[in-house]
Nanobody, 118 residues
Framework: QVQLVESGGGSVKVGGSLRLSCGAS????????MGWYRQAPGKERELVAV??????????NYADSVKGRFTISRDNAKNTVVLQMNSLEPEDTAVYYC?????????WGQGTQVTVSG
C-alpha cells in the first residue's frame, strides 16, 4: 500500500508563507500525478495544485485562487512534492491533503492544517 506523509502545516499571519512537503513510500510503480487539495470547514475538497507526468513531460495546474502565490514542485526520483505558499490569505485556511495517482489508484495523505489569521 502506497503511503503519503505530509509535513509543514501550521499557523501564520496574513501575508506570511508556509511550505508543505509530502513524500510517498511503499510499492510504487509510477505516480502519474502528485498534488495538493484542501478542504475548508463546510466546503468541499478542492484542487490546489498538481503536477502531472506524461510522455510529453510534466504539466502543472493551479487553482485560480492560488495562481501567482503558490508554487508546486515535484521530485520524481524521490516521489516527493512540495507546495510553497506565499502571500497567504485567511481564505487559504483549510486542511491540506497530499494526493497521488498511480494509474487507476489514488492515494491520500492524512491532512495537515493550515491556518491564516489577520
Amino acid at each position: 500500500q502506497v503511503q503519503l506523509v505530509e509535513s509543514g502545516g501550521g499557523s501564520v499571519k496574513v501575508g506570511g508563507s508556509l511550505r508543505l512537503s509530502c513524500g510517498a513510500s511503499g510499492p510504487i510503480v509510477s505516480l502519474v500525478a502528485m498534488g495538493w487539495y484542501r478542504q475548508a470547514p463546510g466546503k468541499e475538497r478542492e484542487l490546489v495544485a498538481v503536477v502531472i507526468n506524461s510522455g510529453f513531460g510534466s504539466k502543472t495546474n493551479y487553482a485560480d485562487s492560488v495562481k501567482g502565490r503558490f508554487t508546486i514542485s515535484r521530485d520524481n526520483a524521490k516521489n516527493t512534492v512540495v507546495l510553497q505558499m506565499n502571500s497567504l490569505e485567511p481564505e487559504d485556511t483549510a486542511v491540506y491533503y497530499c494526493n497521488a495517482v498511480e494509474f487507476t489508484r489514488e492515494y491520500w495523505g492524512q491532512g495537515t492544517q493550515v491556518t491564516v489569521s489577520g
